[in-house]
């Protein structure tokens, strides 16, 4: 005969069991964890349930929490665009900083942006009909979730000279942009509601060998980000206030964008001379961060000094009162994309052939023999007559015939 403390158990084993049993009965869906006791408890005591219920909650709890800690990691990873409020993060770890103020912008790139972009104009005054047709354009887009889509982008606030080539809304390649190894999140490829370069080879009037450098299987991740034209230096990124579209998102996509693109100009200058003086103004792109209500101007370029790519502002318009101002200084971009890069880049094509599997003395001895493409000997930045290799009464950083 069984002891009164064997007996009790036993009928407690057997309660527990017929607890399991009807439990199992009474769901149509069970977890992991009932199907594995209603199989197993009835063969041990209550104690060695309880310890294994007690080990297998632990068991399952831990592998719940490893797989939403990925989960979240993946997530997390996977929202690191412009709108997660860590991308600014992301960016200064991976060298980008977003220079709201304006505060760090180096002598050489201000002198530059006060040269060619706040000059004076002398070219015609926006009608007040023409100003009127802006404001109507304005106010149409004023609820619309795309107002990129509105036609404000268009003559006659939007000057395009027809050398130029409009592009956007499609993802860039990710080689040129700046990448820590160190740093867990790389930046995300942007996507530009617009940016305006030069034609591709099917239009462009650039000369055959410039064209056969550009489209070259090593230059293209460079040259042409996006496949809609070549050598993008001006962007624009536009979000809807009727939607909760806010700058400070623009300006993290706008920031990655440019730094792709001050970068992709980098490359290429040090494929012509790696060993060269580095400073500032070796590479600059501007964009424009806009709503329906108001723009902001920037300058993007890379410091050589701290070694970060910065995004820095120039400029503000509010549309009710700068729509003139605002033309002003678009057209002053056109200009310098038109009058001033676009020299630098079909200079260097030349300079880059011929293209050789091993980049390396041999074509830079090749360079060396070719002739000068700038027989006038005009500086391409400050567009003064060189005296030798330097500009008159200045020191040219940026001189790229020099």
Wanted: glycine content about 4%; aromatic content about 10%.
């Amino acid at each position: 005969m069984d002891p009164p403390i064997d007996q009790a158990r036993r009928s407690k084993d057997e309660s527990f069991a017929h607890y399991t049993k009807r439990r199992r009965r009474s769901f149509s869906e069970t977890t992991w964890t009932d199907r594995w006791i209603a199989k197993e408890c009835p063969k041990i005591s209550t104690e060695q349930a309880v310890k294994a219920i007690a080990t297998l909650l632990t068991i399952e709890k831990t592998e719940d929490d490893q797989w939403s800690q990925q989960d979240e990691a993946s997530q997390e990873s996977e929202r690191l665009n412009s709108s997660s409020p860590l991308f600014r993060g992301v960016l200064k770890a991976n060298g980008l900083c977003v220079d709201e103020m304006g505060d760090h912008i180096p002598p050489e790139v201000q002198e530059l942006v006060d040269r060619h972009i706040r000059k004076a104009r002398d070219s015609p005054r926006l009608s007040a009909e023409e100003i009127k047709a802006v404001r109507r354009i304005i106010s149409k887009s004023w609820h619309n979730a795309e107002p990129a889509r509105s036609g404000l982008f268009t003559a006659p606030l939007f000057p395009i000279p027809p050398n130029l080539s409009r592009g956007g809304g499609t993802t860039w390649n990710s080689q040129a942009l700046p990448r820590n190894p160190s740093y867990r999140y790389s930046i995300c490829p942007p996507k530009t509601d617009l940016h305006f370069g030069f034609p591709t080879t099917l239009t462009s009037t650039w000369d055959i060998s410039e064209l056969d450098v550009a489209d070259h299987p090593f230059i293209r991740p460079y040259s042409q980000p996006t496949g809609g034209n070549m050598f993008p230096s001006y962007l624009r990124e536009t979000r809807s206030e009727a939607t909760g579209g806010t700058l400070y998102v623009a300006e993290g996509q706008l920031a990655s964008a440019g730094a792709h693109r001050v970068n992709s100009w980098l490359w290429i200058l040090d494929q012509l001379d790696p060993n060269r003086k580095r400073s500032s103004s070796d590479a600059v792109v501007f964009s424009d961060a806009g709503t329906q209500r108001e723009a902001v101007a920037y300058v993007h370029y890379f410091n050589p000094e701290d070694g970060m790519f910065y995004m820095s502002c120039i400029d503000q318009f509010y549309y009710r009162n700068d729509i003139q101002r605002y033309r002003d200084h678009l057209e002053s971009v056109m200009d310098w994309l038109v009058n001033t890069q676009q020299p630098m880049i079909r200079h260097a094509l030349r300079q880059l052939r011929p293209i050789v599997k091993t980049w390396g003395t041999s074509r830079i001895a090749s360079v060396a023999t070719c002739p000068d493409p700038n027989p006038s000997n005009m500086c391409l930045y400050t567009g003064s007559q060189r005296s030798g290799n330097m500009c008159p009464g200045s020191d040219c950083k940026a001189c790229y015939l020099a």
